[in-house]
């Protein structure tokens, strides 16, 4: 008896080898990429990453971060929420005691 994700994946494969018998010049798709393209619409969506684990049947969250990474739009929502540093910027200087110390070591 064939599991659901066998079935799945013969039916991915089946898909990919007819698109690509159609239009050789895009390169057959993964089997994985339906997982990664729901992964990544839900975090966008705002879903935590545990939840996403859920629906995705992991185990772990770690097992996720795989299947997600930061679109161009989440890097300039998160740079939208910072404000540039208004004081003086300057180089650190350590003082005689802070040297010393490193050297005694």
């Given at each position: 008896?064939?599991?659901?994700?066998?079935?799945?994946?013969?039916?991915?494969?089946?898909?990919?080898?007819?698109?690509?018998?159609?239009?050789?010049?895009?390169?057959v798709?993964?089997?994985?990429?339906?997982?990664?393209?729901?992964?990544?619409?839900?975090?966008?969506?705002?879903?935590?990453?545990?939840?996403?684990?859920?629906c995705?049947?992991?185990?772990?969250?770690?097992?996720?971060?795989?299947?997600?990474?930061?679109?161009?739009?989440?890097?300039?929502?998160?740079?939208?929420?910072?404000?540039?540093?208004?004081?003086?910027?300057?180089?650190?200087?350590?003082?005689?005691?802070?040297?010393?110390?490193?050297?005694?070591?």
């Open positions: 008896m064939h599991s659901v994700r066998q079935v799945y994946n013969r039916s991915v494969e089946k898909l990919a080898e007819r698109a690509a018998a159609r239009r050789p010049e895009y390169p798709s993964q089997c994985q990429r339906p997982r990664h393209t729901m992964a990544m619409d839900l975090l966008q969506a705002g879903v935590d990453r545990a939840v996403i684990a859920l995705l049947g992991h185990e772990s969250v770690e097992t996720t971060q795989i299947y997600l990474e930061a679109t161009l739009a989440m890097k300039e929502a998160a740079l939208a929420k910072t404000s540039p540093y208004s004081g003086k910027s300057s180089r650190f200087r350590p003082d005689d005691n802070l040297l010393g110390f490193l050297n005694s070591l």
